[in-house]
């Protein structure tokens, strides 16, 4: 139902789009030319961005998903204004209006930077120890054996970059595996009582 409101927007503003541009045409109106481009970016924005929105959040807004909702919305944001910045240097090269030929080149260069340093970041949002990565750390961790907390960050030291968490090998598993029973173990009364519960069924007191 969202997607289906967002999209018959978006196709409205396409729609008012493509008016303008026709009465723009005739009248050889350049402004309203230019207003027409605008509502188109609009509507495509909207459509793209809207709709990607929906999706993501309606599976969740993990980290994941909201780095894939900032690269298409950034992509989609930055290549809108590009195509802004390019008509109106365009525009102003047709008429011979320098200052706006400056104007659309800076627009452009400014675009550009805006869309490279937003793909960088947003590149390097779900690197490193995120919430899901750590949560599945925490899901292998024996709560009955280990204090969970310390099986943490016993695997995060040992492996500042999940990858390398994911690729280790052989001896480092059994180094990481040493680290955790000398450091997270848990002693013999929490132990017992660690597993009293378990079998009595009672929460876990993580």
Do not use: H
């Not at 027409?36 to 924005?45: A, E, R």
């Not at 452009?108 to 599945?136: C, D, F, H, P």
């Not at 990858?163 to 090998?169: A, K, S």
């Amino acid at each position: 139902m969202k997607i289906a409101i967002v999209t018959l927007l978006a196709l409205a503003l396409i729609f008012l789009a493509f008016k303008l541009k026709k009465k723009a045409k005739q009248n050889n109106d350049q402004n309203l030319r230019f207003t027409s481009l605008l509502f188109l970016l609009k509507g495509i924005i909207l459509l793209v961005v809207g709709n990607t929105y929906v999706v993501l959040k309606s599976k969740g807004l993990s980290s994941e998903n909201i780095q894939n909702l900032i690269l298409i919305s950034t992509v989609t944001i930055g290549l809108c204004l590009l195509i802004i910045g390019l008509r109106f240097l365009l525009q102003s090269k047709k008429t011979g209006f320098k200052l706006g030929m400056a104007g659309g080149a800076v627009w452009i260069l400014v675009a550009i930077g805006g869309l490279y340093g937003g793909l960088k970041v947003a590149s390097k949002m779900n690197s490193g120890w995120t919430k899901e990565r750590q949560t599945a750390i925490l899901n292998k961790a024996d709560s009955v054996k280990f204090r969970k907390l310390c099986y943490l960050d016993q695997v995060m030291k040992k492996f500042p970059n999940p990858e390398g968490y994911n690729n280790m090998t052989g001896a480092q598993e059994t180094e990481l595996n040493k680290l955790i029973n000398e450091n997270c173990l848990l002693c013999d009364a929490e132990f017992e009582k660690k597993a009293t519960n378990e079998v009595d069924g009672l929460p876990d007191d993580f």
